[in-house]
């Protein structure tokens, strides 16, 4: 892989959205415009989906499509890479202000046993130079890039997942998520709670959640203050999506805090 390509993919690792800057000499402020669906959804009944295009904005707009095979690593960062197998039309469109227009995307290759996913980006392009602009640049322009995943599900669903390996060291509690179904879910909140001899809660923290892909795991590591560490008998794990819930629990011994705060 050279050089270029591999500092392109590492720019789009970004959440579903991401914004580029152009410096040019073009008027402040970025032409916006939305994609709809913003997950799509393929299986061997339905190999293709219409993704809508509209320009919000009062210019024109340019924009380009490109797609890429998604994974994710333990700490949840998004790894991207070459792919042939999703399939799309038009990859280049300009939309005038609030004009419409509808991207047809697909797979070539058939949905399997376990739930592949890609990514789909459609992003802002530059506007076209005229010759009187060239050499007069001086503002700034701020590009949009939306991100879409895309889930080709096997014919039978199944979504499970559990907290394991929860281990408490140094005053940091460390955990993983694991995803041990054939599809995706995503993560509404990743709680973690303590409890005193006398049942109080002595601490508690709301993590980030995110996707967690089919065979996946999303690793955790949440510090707890060392005086509520010290008061703490027993840690609380859980770990939520829309439809269900996994719970853990760990017994805390107290040098497993560190030194007791003066």
Known sequence: MDSGFSARLWRLRAAG????????????????????P???????GKTTELLAVENQSSESVRLQVTAFGWNQNPRGEMELAPTED????????TLEPGKERKVR??????????????RVFVEELPPLEKPSEVGNRSEVKVLTRFGVPIFVQPAKLTRSGAIENAKLESGTVKFQVKNTGNAAFSLISVRTSGAGADGSQTFENQAAG????????????IAIPPADCQRTKTISLE??????AWKASLAVAPEACGPASR
């Open 239 to 244: 770990a939520k999506t829309e439809r269900d």
């Open 17 to 36: 959205l991401a914004l580029l800057v152009f410096l040019g000499a073009l008027p402040a402020g970025a032409a916006t415009f939305k994609v709809s």
């Open 86 to 93: 999703v399939v799309f039309f038009p990859a280049l469109l």
């Open 210 to 221: 995110w996707y967690v892909l089919a065979g996946g795991e999303r690793v955790y590591e």
């Open 105 to 118: 995307i697909g797979v070539s290759k058939p949905a399997g046993a376990v739930e592949r996913t890609y």
């Open 38 to 44: 913003i997950q799509i959804y393929l299986s061997a």
